[in-house]
Structures are given as structure tokens and as C-alpha cells.
């Protein structure tokens, strides 16, 4: 079984600052997602990173891949207490596309103070 | 319109019932998804099915059975429901990359 362990847990930072999270694991994956979740509600799919060094932005988030495809981060920038939620990475199991299995991280509750 | 629709919100019951939770998704996706969230925030897998066929029986335990009655369709019916069942149930559905989630079944039991 692959796994995917999120850095930090808890984030609590005052509007305006930026901040890092991670997700890494020991294995390779064919593509990582990232999700965003608010309570009482579902996770919402944010970004697919497929290739290896790949970055993408959405607005003010910032999404990387790892070169070697095990890792991928999430920037923030100027974090808003819009941005406060759960936040989620996912990957297919191997040999899988994203019509298969996904094995999710920890997560990362991140509050934004105003 | 909303994409995965899933019934009841809420649902609190007491040990030993039976109860059940649709769902219902208007994508056209032919995969869905069980997944289950516990009290720590964590998502973790428990049926798949794609266009009606069972394609994934993560080690549930067989009081908790699926059933798609078609592929815009994916039921779950619970038997003899435990306090250790308390968890928000999801319903997601997908094509090629990313799942849509419904908003989830929290379930309670008392």
C-alpha cells in the first residue's frame, strides 16, 4: 500500500503570510491531486499534477510536483481567511489511473486568523 | 444543479439498526465511490463501482453492503450498525483525473 504523509498537520497563520504544505511519500505516483474541504461539506478537487517537475498556479496557490514523482507541495501566498479549510493530497494506486483507488493523505487543517 | 447528491445529511440511529444512504451523481461518470472519513479528518476507501460492476472491496466488514442500480446509482445499506460506524460517509464520482465529492452522511450512532 502507498502512503502519503502531510507536513504540517496544523497550520494557524494571520492573513497576509505565506505558507508551505507537503505530501511525500516513499513510492511513485503517476499523478497527485490536491483537495480542498470545508466543514459540513465535500472535498473539492483543486489541481492534478501528472508530470514529474510540473508546477501550476490557481491564482494565489502555487502546486508542485517532484521530479522523481514521490513528493509534490502546496504554496500559499498572501493566505486570506478564505483560504482556511482542510487540505488534502491524494494519489492513485499504482498501475491505476484516477479511475481507480485513491490513497489520500492526513491532511492539513489550516486556519487563517484575520 | 448538483453533481453528487447525496441523502440523508445527517442520520442518528441507535445500535443494532439497519439503515441506508443514496446517492445520486449527473456527471455521466462511470466509476463511484464509498469513502469513509473518521473523526481525525481521514478519507480512507471502501467500495468502487464502474458502470454498475463492483470493482474495488476494500476489508469492510459485510454489514455494509453496496448496491448500484445503475451507474448514476450508488446505494449503501448498513446492517446491524455499530458506535464504531460513527463517521461522515462520502459519495465521489470520476472520469479521468479527480474525484467530485457529495457533501457527505454524517452518520451517528447511539
Known amino acids: 500500500t502507498q502512503l502519503l504523509e502531510q507536513s504540517p498537520q496544523f497550520l494557524s497563520i494571520q492573513e497576509g503570510e505565506n505558507l508551505t504544505v507537503y505530501c511525500n511519500s516513499s513510492s511513485v505516483f503517476s499523478s497527485l491531486q490536491w483537495y480542498r474541504q470545508e466543514p459540513g461539506e465535500g472535498p473539492v478537487l483543486l489541481v492534478t499534477v501528472v508530470t514529474g517537475g510540473e508546477v501550476k498556479k490557481l491564482k494565489r496557490l502555487t502546486f508542485q510536483f517532484g521530479d522523481a514523482r514521490k513528493d509534490s507541495s502546496l504554496h500559499i501566498t498572501a493566505a486570506q481567511p478564505g483560504d482556511t479549510g482542510l487540505y488534502l493530497c491524494?494519489?492513485?494506486?499504482?498501475?491505476?489511473?484516477?479511475?481507480?483507488?485513491?490513497?489520500f493523505g492526513q491532511g492539513t487543517i489550516l486556519t487563517v486568523h484575520p | 444543479d448538483t453533481a453528487v447528491s447525496q441523502t440523508p445529511k445527517y442520520l442518528v440511529t441507535q445500535m443494532g439498526n439497519d439503515k441506508s444512504i443514496k446517492c445520486e451523481q449527473n456527471l455521466g461518470h462511470d466509476t463511484m465511490y464509498w469513502y469513509k472519513q473518521d473523526s481525525k479528518k481521514f478519507l480512507k476507501i471502501m467500495f468502487s463501482?464502474?458502470?454498475?460492476?463492483?470493482?474495488i472491496n476494500e476489508t469492510v466488514p459485510n454489514r455494509f453492503s453496496p448496491k448500484s442500480p445503475d451507474k448514476a446509482h450508488l446505494n449503501l445499506h448498513i446492517n446491524s450498525l455499530e458506535l464504531g460506524d460513527s463517521a461522515v460517509y462520502f459519495c465521489?464520482?470520476?472520469?479521468?483525473?479527480?474525484?467530485?465529492f457529495g457533501s457527505g452522511t454524517r452518520l451517528t450512532v447511539v
Open positions: 465521489a464520482s470520476s472520469r479521468i483525473y479527480g474525484y467530485t
Open positions: 491524494a494519489g492513485p494506486d499504482a498501475g491505476g489511473t484516477s479511475y481507480g483507488k485513491l490513497t
Open positions: 463501482y464502474n458502470n454498475k460492476e463492483l470493482i
